[in-house]
């Protein structure tokens, strides 16, 4: 369980990002020339299977616990395989005994664990303006901003967009900005 706390406060800083997106009430664009500035923070959606085309990637950063891919037109962040099925081990009910009132709160903080840690964020490519590998991280510019998500979340000690092996990370950078015509 110890070694569980790092995810879940990485998916809960995944989860408050994705709750602060914020819409522009009035998205003309006379009015505000940003129709959408919630934008740069994605999609949230449920987790599903990453089915790779011709042109597509999938990275995992070093610790295996994130991946990030381009998948179509969009880039997708999410916990890796091997991290969903350790959540899954670790907040299984089904050899809970507790019937009682504890038993029924423990049930639910682990399906909520689980639901919530079963997203993937998604960024339209066509909102991607700029894509770089620059010190040892990977850049994305979204509608002029960097995600807060990518941004703020760390893993492993380190900045989720540090944490991807350095040939990994420009094949990535290289395989948006091909696909973007760049």
Same mark, same amino acid.
């Given at each position: 369980?110890?070694?569980?706390?790092?995810?879940?406060?990485?998916?809960?800083?995944?989860?408050?990002?994705?709750?602060?997106?914020?819409?522009?009430?009035?998205?003309?664009?006379?009015?505000?020339?940003?129709? %959408?500035?919630g934008r740069d923070q994605g999609n949230v959606g449920r987790r599903d299977s990453l089915v790779l085309g011709p042109g597509d990637m999938l990275?995992?950063?070093?610790?295996?616990?994130?991946?990030?891919?381009? /998948?179509?037109?969009?880039?997708?962040? $999410?916990?890796?395989?091997?991290?969903?099925?350790? /959540?899954?081990?670790?907040?299984?009910?089904?050899?809970?005994?507790?019937?009682?009132?504890?038993?029924?709160?423990?049930?639910?903080?682990?399906?909520?664990?689980?639901?919530?840690?079963?997203?993937?964020?998604?960024?339209?490519?066509?909102?991607?303006?700029?894509?770089?590998?620059?010190?040892?991280?990977?850049?994305?510019?979204?509608?002029?901003?960097?995600?807060?998500?990518?941004? %703020?979340?760390?893993?492993?000690?380190?900045?989720?967009?540090?944490?991807?092996?350095?040939?990994?990370?420009?094949?990535?950078?290289?395989? /948006?900005?091909? $696909?973007?015509?760049?």
């Amino acid at each position: 369980m110890r070694r569980l706390v790092p995810v879940v406060i990485a998916a809960g800083v995944l989860a408050i990002a994705a709750c602060g997106r914020k819409d522009n009430p009035d998205p003309n664009p006379s009015i505000n020339p940003n129709p %959408n500035p919630g934008r740069d923070q994605g999609n949230v959606g449920r987790r599903d299977s990453l089915v790779l085309g011709p042109g597509d990637m999938l990275i995992t950063n070093q610790d295996s616990s994130v991946d990030l891919a381009l /998948v179509g037109q969009r880039i997708v962040v $999410r916990l890796s395989d091997k991290t969903m099925d350790k /959540v899954r081990r670790e907040t299984d009910t089904m050899a809970l005994k507790d019937s009682g009132f504890g038993g029924s709160i423990e049930r639910f903080v682990k399906k909520t664990v689980q639901s919530t840690l079963g997203q993937q964020f998604a960024y339209p490519l066509s909102d991607v303006r700029d894509a770089r590998y620059e010190n040892g991280t990977i850049v994305l510019d979204v509608n002029g901003k960097e995600p807060r998500l990518l941004a %703020n979340t760390q893993v492993g000690g380190k900045k989720l967009m540090e944490s991807f092996r350095p040939e990994d990370a420009q094949k990535f950078v290289a395989a /948006v900005n091909a $696909r973007k015509g760049h």
